[in-house]
């Protein structure tokens, strides 16, 4: 099986060279290479092959020149790739060497695995990087569970004192019930976090190794806006079973978060709402119940805003409620 697996690796950018070289010099470095590197560009000043290949000295380095949509670019990406699997990689990420080593191993072990993800590390606004997947905060927790909102965090990893532990049980146990799935409202939940690998329904796939033929099945959805808010959302809706998606938390990877091409927070949080419901609506699963949490998760949030006095991002949350409101 290990002759059979490839691996195409797939960066959509535009207009980061920097973040593009530094990915670039993370996968050369890589223990087990690549077999391809396809470069998906729609910078304003187009990247060319030549220019690359003296950061990426490899002849299996190709560029693709496409519009200005990480949706259509990625779908492109796929495309043009030969590999068995591909690993989706955006341009500000960051790997350890043996990353696809370790992935491919994975996909050698679990024959009926489709998608294999590291640990995404986000960069803080202190020059650092989160630590995993933190235990959550209590009140926070109560919070979300209130609105059905989404939530990110190791129930496990969660201590608390006695009292405050038998009040949040009936919480515990509802999200323990639920698993890696998704809230109420939709939003996706990563509650479970098991110490070799854990399972779950939507993540981030930014840095992930997917079956090439999985994603042929379920294309990245190019009607989304050009920054893609919501792409990995839509694509993992797709897979097949209901937890498709592996991660590994011994595998760290640096999500740089680059600058360029970014939406402001608020703005990106309205279009995930919008693209929540446009995506659940294509697969055929947007029922009314779900619609009516949606829009309760939705009031949180403007609650959450009003309450911190943030009326940029209350404003984005409530011209969302209205778009929702008006479609049935």
Avoid at 86 to 93: G, K, N
Wanted: aromatic share 8%; proline share 6%.
């Amino acid at each position: 099986m290990a002759d059979a697996l490839t691996i195409s690796v797939v960066i959509p950018t535009r207009n980061r060279p920097e973040h593009l070289r530094r990915a670039l010099c993370a996968i050369a470095a890589q223990t087990r290479p690549p077999d391809e590197v396809i470069v998906v560009d729609a910078s304003d000043i187009p990247v060319t092959r030549h220019a690359l290949v003296s950061q990426y000295a490899a002849s299996s380095l190709r560029c693709v020149r496409t519009n200005a949509s990480v949706c259509v670019q990625r779908n492109a990406g796929i495309a043009e790739a030969h590999g068995s699997l591909v690993f989706l990689c955006d341009d500000d990420i960051e790997v350890p060497p043996e990353y696809l080593e370790t992935i491919l191993r994975h996909f050698e072990t679990h024959p009926d695995c489709g998608a294999v993800s590291g640990v995404v590390l986000e960069a803080d606004e202190s020059g650092g990087f989160t630590d995993g997947i933190p235990p959550p905060n209590p009140r926070a927790l109560m919070w979300s569970f209130f609105f059905q909102l989404t939530v990110w965090a190791d129930l496990d990893a969660l201590r608390l004192p006695p009292i405050q532990s038998l009040l949040l049980s009936p919480i515990l146990r509802w999200y323990r019930r639920r698993g890696n799935t998704f809230t109420l409202a939709g939003w996706p939940l990563v509650t479970q976090v098991g110490a070799g690998s854990f399972h779950t329904a939507v993540y981030g796939l930014g840095a992930a190794v997917v079956r090439r033929e999985w994603l042929l099945a379920s294309p990245f959805d190019e009607q989304l806006d050009v920054h893609g808010i919501g792409d990995n959302y839509g694509v993992a809706l797709g897979f097949p079973g209901t937890t498709p998606v592996t991660v590994l938390p011994t595998l760290r990877v640096l999500h740089h978060r680059a600058r360029e091409n970014r939406l402001v927070r608020a703005v990106a949080h309205e279009r995930r709402i919008v693209a929540l419901r446009h995506l659940r609506r294509k697969r055929g699963v947007y029922t009314p119940a779900l619609r009516r949490w949606l829009l309760w998760s939705i009031f949180g949030n403007m609650l959450r805003f009003a309450l911190r006095f943030d009326g940029t991002s209350f404003r984005a949350a409530a011209r969302a409620f209205r778009a929702i409101v008006g479609r049935q």
